[in-house]
């Protein structure tokens, strides 16, 4: 089984939790960006495949089997054969039918799970593509048009049809991103500590899933910005001798060698990742006891969302319903 590719998008990959446990050997996490969305979108399918995850820009693509289809995470201009596909709602598509994602409206990184999950090999642990190492995912790289993505069969893959969530992850008014102090803030004096937080900062047109770059004001380190390298968190912000810090991503390298004044905090990764080059970020400080107490906080409520959706799903009945018409119309055409 296998989907068709006809049009990559911008910047589609494989991903899911990514390379959780293997810094130590030198392997990039990796992953989802909105790592919220994903379980969400992963939980409302029904399966524990991994996703595409499409920037900003969407796949076009054509199924070759009867299929299932979920979009989570940045809301998409999606069109299903040329019909307006519902956000975060399990949709019933027919062999030779079309997905367009087309661009986001809402967000930046969507996340498309199918009913027959997506098959390819399993690197250190996980389906993740990391393009820089060309490791995981399919072939290692981005999408690109003509390839075939393989699939699993899975015989309850209709199980999900009309499942639905109203849940919002994206923040679209919040631009406010929280940070705790990183391993070398005392190399920053107190007017880099206060101007990281005083002025908004730009997402660069050269951002990346490897690093946000920002353009704003300047926060040097007291000395050099050059460091014996060690291992480096998700989330950190590094600032080269320029003073332009740099948030580092999912597809980060293990080990760095500038001065990290920062770390943004877990919880407000996902928010980040919803964020186009050209949008505004605010700066927060918190405490390190305060960025886990809200984090625990979130994940228990989020844990229970997603209990809710097995449990006692919301449906959408039109998708219920242009199901249930064309299993008629099968039906009626064997007669």
Same mark, same amino acid.
């Given at each position: 089984?296998?989907?068709?590719?006809?049009?990559?998008?911008?910047?589609? $990959?494989?991903?899911?939790?990514?390379?959780?446990?293997? /810094?130590?050997?030198?392997?990039?996490?990796?992953?989802?960006?909105?790592?919220?969305?994903?379980?969400?979108?992963?939980?409302?399918?029904?399966?524990?495949? %991994?996703?595409?995850?499409?920037?900003?820009?969407?796949?076009?693509? $054509?199924?070759?089997?009867?299929?299932?289809?979920?979009? $989570?995470?940045?809301?998409?201009?999606?069109?299903?054969?040329?019909?307006?596909?519902?956000?975060?709602?399990?949709?019933?598509?027919? #062999?030779?039918?079309?997905?367009?994602?087309?661009?986001?409206?809402?967000?930046?990184?969507?996340?498309?799970?199918?009913?027959?999950?997506? !098959?390819?090999?399993?690197?250190?642990?996980?389906?993740?593509?990391?393009?820089?190492?060309?490791?995981?995912?399919?072939?290692?790289?981005? &999408?690109?048009?003509?390839?075939?993505?393989?699939?699993?069969?899975?015989? /309850?893959?209709?199980?999900?049809?009309?499942?639905?969530?109203? &849940?919002?992850?994206?923040?679209?008014?919040?631009?406010?991103?929280?940070?705790?102090?990183? %391993?070398?803030? !005392?190399?920053?004096?107190?007017?880099?500590?206060?101007?990281?937080?005083?002025?908004?900062?730009?997402?660069?047109?050269?951002?990346?899933?490897?690093?946000?770059?920002? #353009?704003?004001?300047?926060?040097?380190?007291?000395?050099?910005? !050059?460091?014996?390298?060690? @291992?480096?968190? &998700?989330?950190?912000?590094?600032?080269?001798? !320029?003073?332009? @810090?740099?948030?580092?991503?999912?597809?980060?390298? $293990?080990?760095?060698?500038?001065?990290?004044?920062?770390?943004?905090? /877990?919880?407000?990764?996902?928010?980040?990742?919803?964020?186009?080059?050209?949008?505004?970020?605010?700066?927060?400080?918190?405490?390190?006891?305060?960025?886990?107490?809200?984090?625990?906080?979130?994940?228990?409520?989020?844990?229970?969302?997603? #209990?809710?959706?097995?449990?006692?799903?919301?449906?959408?009945?039109?998708?219920?319903?242009?199901?249930?018409?064309?299993?008629?119309?099968?039906?009626?055409?064997?007669?």
């Amino acid at each position: 089984m296998s989907i068709r590719i006809q049009k990559p998008g911008l910047f589609s $990959t494989i991903q899911d939790e990514g390379r959780i446990g293997y /810094q130590k050997d030198g392997f990039s996490g990796a992953g989802a960006l909105d790592i919220y969305s994903y379980c969400l979108g992963q939980t409302l399918i029904g399966n524990d495949g %991994p996703a595409i995850e499409a920037t900003i820009i969407g796949p076009t693509l $054509t199924f070759l089997e009867d299929d299932t289809i979920v979009v $989570t995470g940045a809301e998409f201009k999606a069109e299903l054969n040329g019909e307006p596909v519902p956000h975060q709602t399990v949709v019933q598509v027919y #062999k030779g039918d079309e997905l367009a994602m087309n661009a986001a409206i809402k967000g930046a990184r969507g996340y498309l799970f199918f009913g027959h999950p997506i !098959d390819v090999p399993e690197v250190a642990g996980s389906f993740s593509t990391h393009t820089r190492t060309k490791m995981g995912g399919h072939e290692g790289r981005p &999408l690109k048009k003509d390839d075939f993505i393989h699939q699993k069969l899975n015989e /309850q893959y209709r199980k999900h049809v009309g499942f639905t969530s109203e &849940l919002d992850l994206i923040h679209e008014t919040t631009d406010t991103i929280r940070i705790v102090e990183g %391993p070398q803030y !005392d190399s920053f004096s107190d007017e880099s500590h206060e101007g990281l937080v005083s002025e908004p900062f730009e997402i660069s047109e050269q951002s990346d899933r490897m690093g946000f770059r920002l #353009k704003g004001p300047s926060v040097p380190p007291k000395e050099s910005a !050059d460091i014996i390298s060690e @291992p480096v968190a &998700l989330g950190s912000i590094q600032v080269p001798n !320029d003073g332009n @810090p740099i948030i580092l991503m999912n597809d980060k390298q $293990t080990v760095g060698g500038y001065t990290k004044i920062a770390t943004v905090t /877990q919880l407000d990764l996902s928010v980040l990742a919803q964020k186009k080059p050209g949008e505004k970020i605010n700066f927060e400080w918190v405490s390190i006891e305060d960025a886990i107490k809200d984090l625990e906080e979130y994940n228990n409520g989020f844990e229970d969302i997603l #209990k809710d959706v097995e449990t006692e799903p919301l449906f959408d009945l039109r998708e219920l319903r242009i199901t249930s018409n064309r299993i008629c119309e099968l039906l009626e055409g064997e007669q």
